[in-house]
């Protein structure tokens, strides 16, 4: 492959290192003008590092036009309400507050004290983060997201810089509850108050845009963390997720995934095949569990306080090298429709895939074609090792599993 070539760029000192850092940022653009409009120094600062204005922009129109279907698999969790209620269920301060009760169980097991640095994948808004970084080991905490504005926010809570919060993140918020009788449903509005962030001392927080599927080198930290990203992934793409993951991962590395193991119309998640894939992997299990643990998807939450679900928690460390790139490749070439490869929009290719409209950019969609009649990892690496660098590989493949277009299997 040729070397690596570094083009990330940084909004409000958070890096976004993605495969394309201008199309993400012409993304986060137009969902913070239709989510967050009030963040207008953030808007003010993505079209100083864009170099133009997005609204002026007739490709990034047109994309964005088309992306608005699947903001959230380009960007992450972007929309106010969405990014509130992961916000109040680590965050508020009240009986209401489901990462305490995570925290209670993590504090009496094992997980944390082996390693003094830490990543976390899928961070959100970084209740984790927070929690770790105040451990007394922890020397160092990565907090990676695929959400600019969920680490923004994350970092707004840590630094305890209220004012700061879009204005919806200050109303009150509503619980409802069933009355003993079943005959009535009453609200109980609470003034939004957050849980003070943890007490450190000279230790910082390194905030990143990451897709967890395009994980590329070693991730910087002795232990990976991954709270409830699995989560969002079902069937084989959680398994490719895994995977992506494992593949990252150097020997001596370990590994904590925390998941529902809650039922996904797409497929299972079953906890054997995760275990399974770690297994296959090269690693040696450390500690396994299914606990009883909450994790309520809205505040607006009908009748239960917490809705708790069977929660695999699972450590492990890496201790052998295994062949990372001996893996089967799945896809459907027949799911695959009508491409169109009109240049006047961009460099873009647009596809459709099943009843999904879907954009690649040209290398990305290279790299799949390439896909369609190929069945093994290395192979398809080979094939491009003189076209583009590990890193554009690495994303290409990240894009792509990401969108559901590829699945990896292990041999
Ligand atoms: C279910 S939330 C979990 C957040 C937090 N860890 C928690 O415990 O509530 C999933 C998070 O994964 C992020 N996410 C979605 N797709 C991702 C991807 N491909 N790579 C990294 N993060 C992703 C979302 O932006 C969101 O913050």
């Known amino acids: 492959m040729k070397t690596i070539r570094n083009s990330h760029k940084a909004i409000k000192d958070i890096n976004i290192k993605v495969g394309n850092p201008s199309k993400y940022l012409r993304t986060l653009w137009a969902a913070i003008n239709e989510s967050c409009p009030e963040l207008k120094d953030v808007l003010t600062e993505i079209e100083m590092e864009l170099g133009y204005d997005p609204r002026e922009d007739k490709v990034a129109t047109l994309n964005s036009a088309d ?10 969790y ?16 009240s009986e209401y507050n489901e990462f305490n009760e995570l925290a209670s169980y993590l504090e009496s097991k094992p997980l944390f004290s082996s390693a003094s640095s830490i990543y976390i994948c899928g961070a959100g808004v970084c209740r984790m983060g927070d929690y770790v970084s105040s451990l007394e080991n922890i020397k160092s905490v990565y907090c990676s997201d695929l959400s600019w504005l969920a680490l923004y ?4 809570l840590i630094q305890r810089e209220y004012h700061k919060l879009p204005t919806l993140f200050h109303a009150p918020r509503l619980f409802y509850q069933v009355s ?18 943890s007490e450190r001392t000279g230790k910082n927080i390194q905030y990143e845009v990451r897709d967890a599927f395009a994980l590329i080198g070693p991730t910087p930290a002795e232990l990976v963390c991954v709270p409830y990203l699995l ?41 054997q095949e995760i275990v399974q894939t770690l297994k296959t992997f090269g690693f040696e299990i450390d500690y396994l569990d299914i606990a009883q643990l909450p994790y309520t998807f809205s505040y607006y939450n009908y009748g239960a306080r917490k809705e708790t679900w069977n929660t695999l928690i699972v450590k492990a460390t890496k201790y052998k090298q295994t062949h990372s790139r001996n893996l089967k490749l799945l896809t459907d070439a027949g799911k695959l429709g009508p491409v169109d490869e009109d240049t006047s ?10 009843d999904r409209k879907i954009i690649l950019s040209r290398n990305h969609f290279d790299v799949f074609q390439k896909c369609l009649s190929c069945v093994d990892y290395s192979d398809l690496y080979e094939s491009f090792a003189n076209k583009m660098t590990a890193e554009e590989f690495e994303h290409a493949i990240g894009a792509l599993t990401s969108r559901s277009l590829l699945c990896l299997q292990a041999k």
């Open 231 to 271: 989560d969002l992934f079902a069937g084989d793409q959680m398994k490719t997720l895994v995977t992506r993951i494992c593949q990252s991962m150097e020997v001596g590395q370990q590994l904590l995934i925390i998941s529902t193991l809650l039922f996904h119309p797409v497929g299972e998640r079953n906890p």
């Open 180 to 197: 003993s009788d079943f005959n009535a449903i009453s609200a109980q509005s609470l003034h939004a108050k957050f849980h003070p962030s």
């Open 67 to 76: 992306e608005s279907f699947n903001k959230t698999g380009a960007i992450g």
């Open 153 to 156: 926010v994350g970092r707004m």
């Open 345 to 354: 929009l961009g460099d873009d290719v647009h596809i459709t895939w099943q």
């Open 78 to 93: 972007y929309d106010q309400p969405l990014l509130i209620s992961i916000a109040d269920r680590e965050w508020i301060d």
